[in-house]
């Protein structure tokens, strides 16, 4: 049944429920983020390459809200909780289902647009691979954040953006940690972004969960 709701979310969110773009979208936000930055920084290469690690981690996660409101709140409107609560299945249970749907077509998408990113900014090879690794680390956790969110938001006017004015300061810690983990000997900052991303991966379902039983109440 999970893995059947797993597949469901991920066709859902892979097309946009609709909308043009779908996935694409925040990839596509991501790209131009990392193509426009540098030149208002300017031509310096090495101040492109220092600061290229932690532009890329913002973008991230500004890309990452886009998708805040069609995660949950269209789901809600047409009765899909409804139709699982009756078939006994609980709501943390498929939100657990949401936040892996959301970073399946997330993350990996955005850890590839990161190989033209690190080449617009210089970034060598040691570089490019810490900031893939936190990027696994942390991505989860925006992932599970960012349901956590639209769940709490849903059936709110304007919850979208409230959705991103929530997400921006609660992601700061995986912000930097991630970005942490760029400075030498930083496997330790992407180790305590796996860990928050971790914690969030067991709490989101459950606050989610609780979040939609009192938007269908």
């Known amino acids: 049944m999970w893995l059947a709701i797993l597949r469901r979310d991920l066709a859902l969110l892979l097309t946009g429920g609709g909308r043009r773009g779908g996935a694409l979208l925040p990839v596509l936000f991501f790209l131009s983020v990392a193509i426009l930055l540098p030149f208002a920084i300017g031509p310096d290469a090495r101040m492109l390459a220092r600061t290229g690690g932690g ?37 943390e249970w498929t939100m657990s289902a949401r936040i892996a749907a959301h970073w399946l077509t997330f993350a990996p998408l955005l850890m590839l647009a990161v190989l033209p990113a690190a080449a617009l900014f210089g970034l060598g090879g040691e570089d490019l691979w810490r900031v893939e690794l936190g990027l696994l680390a942390g991505t989860p956790g925006l992932a599970a954040l960012g349901v956590m969110i639209a769940a709490i938001t849903a059936g709110l006017r304007g919850g979208a953006a409230l959705g991103g004015l ?52």
């Open 55 to 91: 532009i890329v981690w913002v973008a991230a996660l500004l890309a990452s809200i886009l998708p805040l409101d069609r995660l949950v709140e269209p789901d809600l409107e047409s009765g899909f909780f409804d139709q699982w609560a009756l078939r006994g299945l609980a709501e």
């Open 166 to 217: 929530l997400l921006l300061p609660m992601a700061v810690p995986i912000l930097i940690f991630g970005a942490g983990g760029l400075q030498a000997g930083g496997q330790g900052g992407i180790a305590l972004a796996g860990a928050v991303s971790l914690l969030l991966l067991a709490v989101a379902p459950f606050a989610a969960g609780a979040a939609i039983r009192a938007a269908r109440e």
